[in-house]
């Protein structure tokens, strides 16, 4: 079976809901959502009731996302969001693990395996991001620590949950207005590397999962990660936070991933 091409932006801690619910509907009205293609959207808590309120009923032609949740079902933990809140206002998906929630929030991995496994048991679809650091990769250890990431992320994930799972590649020095882009020979080992360990996980259902390049993707060099024969689809920021940029840089990653980049 292929694999789904999967395309969409995380928001950050930018906009108003009013803001976030005009940009969904004005995707919704303007993209061409292509066969064998999914798109996503990942707003900040404050928007999630506007943007489905715009949206309609669930399952969204346009996934609506949050960008992160708590383990527990409910309880004392101030702050927090927990899955049957956002299954309550319809959402999608879910985004675990994104670099800036370990780097500023020092999310562990064996807390991002309790926030995967509630949300999977909700069937709740999760974007667990995974990615190294700079530092890490001086060492040469980017794949041990992408694969520690996904073991422990993904510990006794049932096999039958990776129907809901999707995979973010992003190295951490790639990310943001201070990032580097890196370059499709950097990204190929290691999406290879997370091919193998979500196999290992997983068997051949790990083969069905797919995995998203992320960090400084743009409408020039988004074709050259889809390209790559284990990458399955983009998840942008910076480039992907007008409808415009949106639209062109799916545009251009589907024609890498079709091979005419
Ligand atoms: P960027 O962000 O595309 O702006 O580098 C990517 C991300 O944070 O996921």
Known sequence: MARPFLFGTNFKMNQTPAASAAFYQQLAASVQIRPGTGLFVIPPFTSLGAVTEVAGQPPHRIWVGAQNVHWAPE?????????RMLLALG???????????????HETDVELNR???????GGLRVLLAVGETAEERSFDVGREIVLRQLKIGLHEVRAEHTELLQIAYEPVWSIGAGGTPAHPEDVSPMAEAIRSGLEALFGERGNQVPILYGGSVD?????????????????????AWSV??????????IRGWHGDG
């Open 75 to 83: 309880g004392a933990y101030t702050g927090e969001i927990s899955v």
């Open 91 to 105: 959402l999608d998906l879910v985004l675990l693990g994104h670099a800036e929630r370990r780097q500023y929030f």
């Open 115 to 121: 926030k995967a496994q509630s949300a999977l048991e």
């Open 219 to 239: 409408p020039v060099n988004a074709g050259t990660f889809t390209a790559l024969p284990d990458i399955d689809g983009l998840f942008v920021g910076r480039a």
């Open 244 to 253: 415009e940029g949106f639209i062109a840089t799916y545009e251009a990653g």
